[in-house]
């Protein structure tokens, strides 16, 4: 999911997942799995959220550079 909110003049970039990390619904017709069920490991979450929020964050900026570059030119 990603949304942006504008509050007067600030925009914000709302994004979010959805990750099961140690339980996976039971859906009818529908695979779902974990990550502990894949990996077989404990899993930390924290440590989850602090790798993606650095992928994210630097994709994001390596975006937004060559965005800018394309808008300038």
Do not use: A
């Amino acid at each position: 999911m990603q949304e942006t909110v504008s509050i007067f003049s600030n925009k914000f970039l709302i994004v979010g997942i959805g990750i099961n990390i140690k339980k996976n619904p039971k859906i009818t017709n529908y695979l779902t799995t974990s990550l502990v069920e894949l990996t077989n490991k404990t899993i930390n979450k924290k440590e989850i959220e602090n790798k993606l929020k650095l992928i994210f964050e630097t994709n994001l900026s390596s975006m937004y550079k060559t965005n800018n570059k394309l808008i300038n030119n």
